[in-house]
Nanobody, 116 residues
Framework: QLQLEESGGGLVQAGGSLRLSCTTSAPTFSTHSMAWFRQAPGKERKFVASVSWNGSGTYYEDSLKGRFAISRDNAKNTLALEIDNLTPEDTALYYC?????????WGQGTPVTVSS
């Protein structure tokens, strides 16, 4: 069972930035695409961004391009998501997951709350 653990969420003022991390001890981390999703209160979980196994390809939900940056460090088994210019609409539980179009393992999520 692959375990993913997110961290880095918290309470931040609008206009601020955050860096979320996702770590795993699984040796197969470096061989799979990884992604971030988010789920706002009372809403469905939605795709944010994904990155190819070697970091050479990144994909973003269209409306989030420019403020979100996904990256990975395979030597440290770590996935990251940097979010700039946060708005209250970014308030959500952020999940990391393994995959590109199909996603099989999920973390428990890290909460991000943006105050206006």
């Amino acid at each position: 069972q692959l375990q993913l653990e997110e961290s880095g969420g918290g309470l931040v003022q609008a206009g601020g930035s955050l860096r979320l991390s996702c770590t795993t001890s699984a040796p197969t981390f470096s061989t799979h695409s990884m992604a971030w999703f988010r789920q706002a209160p009372g809403k469905e979980r939605k795709f944010v961004a994904s990155v190819s196994w070697n970091g050479s390809g990144t994909y973003y939900e269209d409306s989030l391009k420019g403020r979100f940056a996904i990256s990975r460090d395979n030597a440290k088994n770590t996935l990251a998501l940097e979010i700039d210019n946060l708005t209250p609409e970014d308030t959500a539980l952020y999940y990391c997951t393994r995959g590109r179009r199909l996603f099989d393992y999920w973390g428990q999520g890290t909460p991000v709350t943006v105050s206006s």
